[in-house]
């Protein structure tokens, strides 16, 4: 998937060491629970990055990189999760972008693109985000789509220091249309020509 700022591909080995040094800053993995600061070490980050290939390989998941379209470089990772071909439907989460990417617009138009791919290639009918209810830069971005908020679920999930309460937010098909035309105004706003 390529858009003005980024392309979206599978996860390969091969983005292992960008990723680690893209991923570096602490405030990147606070709120991503089962790997919190992965990139504190080589060691985590190889330990994520493995469990990332593996759900991939197992087709439990669709994990991806995010790579800077002018350079090339891998700056961030996101996923296809909770993958419910059933009742067409699927998760975007792990997403994460090393901190010099923040407020660039990279979230913003890898959003675009994991989004309209889940409705326009695959039909789905729903799309879920969640974050920690603490999260409030997270929520704000999903708020932002705009993704509708669904509430929060209580003591949803253990994590390290206790129990995480969860965000649920998500975008359906019907509202796919007026979705995307608001990440293409918001990268508008960025100075691409190309969402005008």
């Known amino acids: ?57 197992e087709g439990a998941e669709g994990a991806f990189a995010i790579l800077d379209r002018a350079s090339g470089t891998p700056i961030g990772s996101s996923r296809y999760m909770a993958l419910r071909p059933e009742h067409r439907g699927l998760e975007i989460g792990w997403t994460w972008l090393g901190r010099p990417w923040w407020r660039t617009g990279a979230n913003v138009e890898t959003k675009l693109l994991l989004l309209g791919r889940a409705f326009e290639e695959l039909d789905c009918e729903r799309v879920e985000l969640k974050t920690n209810a603490r999260n409030e830069r997270s929520r704000a971005a ?20 206790g129990w995480r309460d969860t965000a649920w937010y998500s975008v359906i ?6 979705v995307r035309a608001a990440l293409r105004e918001r990268l508008a706003g960025h100075g691409l020509a190309a969402y005008r």
């Open 1 to 57: 998937m390529q858009g003005e700022l980024v392309v979206v591909e599978p996860l390969a080995p091969s983005h292992e060491a960008a990723l680690f040094a893209a991923g570096r800053d602490p405030e990147v993995w606070p709120y991503l629970t089962a790997f919190p600061n992965a990139a504190e070490t080589r060691d985590r980050f190889h330990r994520w990055m493995e469990e990332a290939l593996a759900a991939s390989e």
């Open 173 to 178: 098909a019907p509202e796919w249309p007026t």
């Open 142 to 161: 999903m708020e932002a789509l705009p993704a509708q908020f669904e509430g929060i679920h209580r003591r949803h999930m253990k994590v390290p220091d």
